[in-house]
């Protein structure tokens, strides 16, 4: 069974710009979670979807959005780019019934 | 944000050696996760625990739920070169009001380096 592939691996963006992130979670899996991977910070919980539903949303501010489509595969937008976003963005899958979730290979965005 | 208290930071080891590390919390966790991560990878799943006192191995590596639910540890024997990376535990917690849905609190991960 293929694994959770996210899209694109590499992204360098300006301040100010949009970007959107795409994961394509495990066959069968509903559910994605997204994280955010910082030196400082670590990883850090930014949303979660099931069957098209935000059902939980960590801290962060409003620029962080996200959707998910009916095949599940799920993807993230970060608007009005700043320096500090500059992160490794990893999604993660999980089947419906179980808390283990299984991670991308993360998109590392770099904002100048 | 909140995190797991994990240590040690760092680990400095001859191959052939045992290591273990260990999180711990001040909350109640209903699943503990370890993970291995190399630089610029996402994590890859290591061991998944679900009940308390649970102890799990995978080759290796052996992980125990705490009975208190508020701490896990892993345990890696007879250490190799490619174990060499960063290694993260994970919790998820459960609520009544579902606002852990997805979730999981992570802490700040154990650097171990293997010495040939």
């Known amino acids: 069974k293929a694994g959770v592939t996210q899209t694109p691996r590499y992204l360098i963006k300006t301040r100010g710009q949009q970007v959107t992130l795409s994961c394509s979670p495990i066959?069968?899996?509903?559910?994605v979670s997204w994280y955010q991977q910082t030196p400082g910070q670590g990883l850090q919980f930014l949303f979660e979807y099931f069957s098209e539903t935000q059902r939980n949303k960590g801290n962060f501010p409003g620029r962080f959005s996200g959707r998910q489509f009916s095949n599940s595969r799920s993807e993230m937008n970060v608007s009005t780019l700043e320096l500090g976003d500059s992160a490794l963005y990893l999604c993660?899958?999980?089947?419906?019934?179980?808390?283990?979730?299984?991670f991308g290979p993360g998109t590392r965005l770099t904002v100048l | 944000g909140q995190q797991l208290n994990q240590s040690p930071q760092s680990m400095f080891i001859q191959e052939g050696e045992d290591v273990s590390m260990n999180c711990t919390s001040s909350?109640?966790?209903?699943?503990w996760l370890w993970y291995k991560q190399d630089p610029g990878e996402g994590p890859v799943l290591l061991i998944a625990?679900?009940?308390?006192?649970e102890l799990t191995s995978n080759g290796r590596l052996t992980a125990q739920f705490g009975i208190t639910r508020k701490d896990s540890f892993l345990n890696i024997s007879a250490s190799i070169p490619s174990d060499v990376g960063i290694y993260f535990c994970?919790?998820?917690?459960?609520?009544?009001?579902?606002?852990?849905?997805?979730?999981?609190?992570f802490g700040q991960g154990t650097i171990l380096t293997v010495h040939p």
């Open positions: 994970a919790g998820q917690r459960n609520n009544a009001g579902g606002t852990s849905y997805g979730k999981l609190t």
């Open positions: 993660a899958s999980r089947a419906g019934y179980t808390d283990t979730q299984y």
């Open positions: 909350s109640i966790f209903n699943t």
């Open positions: 066959s069968g899996h509903r559910s």
């Open positions: 625990l679900y009940k308390a006192g």
